[in-house]
């Protein structure tokens, strides 16, 4: 069993995105590990591993557009069943 269930991925398309400012947020706000920042200014993606996936779409959802949103369960990933 992984100590975080889900692997969370997810685009944010806005202005003025910053990596740091979102890393910053997320780990100070939101439960997990494997965080992965990517982008630039206009589009971001974000990688997260968490048991609350719903919160980083919320708080995705503050920075601008939320698009190709992907949670899998890697505990069914492990049983090889699909994620």
């Not at 590990?33 to 719903?54: A, Q, R, S, Y």
């Not at 698009?67 to 369960?73: A, L, W």
Request: charge should be negative.
């Amino acid at each position: 069993m992984n100590e975080f269930k889900y692997d969370t991925q997810l685009l944010i398309e806005g202005k003025d995105l910053s990596e740091d400012k979102i890393i910053e947020s997320i780990t100070q706000n939101i439960e997990g590990d494997c965080l992965l920042v990517v982008g630039d200014d206009e589009l971001m993606k974000i990688h997260f591993h968490t048991n609350t996936p719903w919160k980083v779409i919320e708080y995705a959802a503050t920075l601008g557009d939320v698009f190709d949103v992907v949670i899998e369960n890697m505990d069914r990933q492990e049983k090889g069943l699909k994620g």
